[in-house]
């Protein structure tokens, strides 16, 4: 946690190759600290690691075009810097989406480019909700339920930490509902839920209950398109089991 800033303030006043061969795990963004990376940067070379505690220094004040390319130089010494490649989807987020889910996509795919299993464990399930968030967040023209099947199919059902995570099983729910139309199977997921605390995935189990019901009702008479009535009355007699409801939740 500790021992690349010791590295730093050492004789050698660089990271070495140990710290060089994980993704870091704690940043200081203080200008005291900037100065310090800047100096070692220019007595001792660069490294990717350089660049990226500039780029998360730069990016914590706003500072986005030196951020990106402090990101881009990251990735340009290490094609499997994963905060490079997060930093990246986060400057995108609001100008480009679509390249966005991208950089997100590349940035779990670099998780396991580590021989360490340790950088699995750190990075895995937090990054595959926020990638998973982010893109079931988008309109379906930025990223397509396909993309987020894909994603699943690859990277969630091959991994036990994933598949058996809770917040992720939401997004799993959005994919059977609108890849594969499992609404029985939806809705029986949605009613033995039991998630233990919100998140950004959470405010969807409201709006997969909703489209479930709709598409079980749909079914039931033909697949008939519902009219607005229909879906009013839907919703009144199958409101959202207690156990999902999170409006109001903090």
């Known amino acids: ?40 940067m220019a007595k001792n070379g660069e490294t990717w690691l350089h660049y990226v505690h500039l780029g998360i220094a ?36 609001p100008k480009d989406p679509k390249k966005a889910w991208i950089y997100y996509v590349k940035a779990f795919g670099s998780i396991h480019h580590y021989d360490n299993s340790r950088v699995a464990e750190r990075f895995e399930v937090s990054l595959a909700r926020e990638l998973l968030a982010f893109g079931i967040s988008q309109p379906r023209d930025i990223v397509s339920v396909r993309q987020l099947k894909n994603f ?20 799993v729910a959005y994919v059977n509902l609108y890849v594969h139309n499992d609404f029985d199977g939806v809705l029986d997921y949605l009613e033995q839920s039991n998630v233990a605390s919100t998140s950004t995935l959470t405010p969807i189990m409201l709006d997969l209950w909703q489209e479930a019901q709709w598409r079980r009702r749909s079914s039931s008479e033909g697949g008939k398109v519902l009219t607005l009535l229909e879906k009013v009355d ?17």
């Open 58 to 93: 730069a990016h914590h004040r706003s500072n986005f075009d030196s951020a990106e390319r402090f990101y881009e130089n990251a990735i340009r010494l290490n094609p499997k810097t994963i905060h490079g490649f997060r930093g990246m989807a986060l400057l995108h987020t």
């Open 152 to 171: 699943i199919d690859k990277n969630v059902v091959s991994s036990t930490a994933l598949k058996n995570d809770s917040q992720i099983e939401i997004a």
């Open 1 to 40: 946690l500790t021992r690349p800033w010791y590295e730093l303030l050492s004789k050698k006043g660089t990271f070495s190759n140990m710290s060089l061969s994980v993704p870091p795990i704690s940043f200081l963004v203080d200008d005291a600290w900037v100065n310090i990376i800047t100096r070692s």
């Open 234 to 250: 839907v919703l009144r007699k199958f409101p959202p089991p207690p156990n999902i409801d999170f409006r109001g939740a903090t």
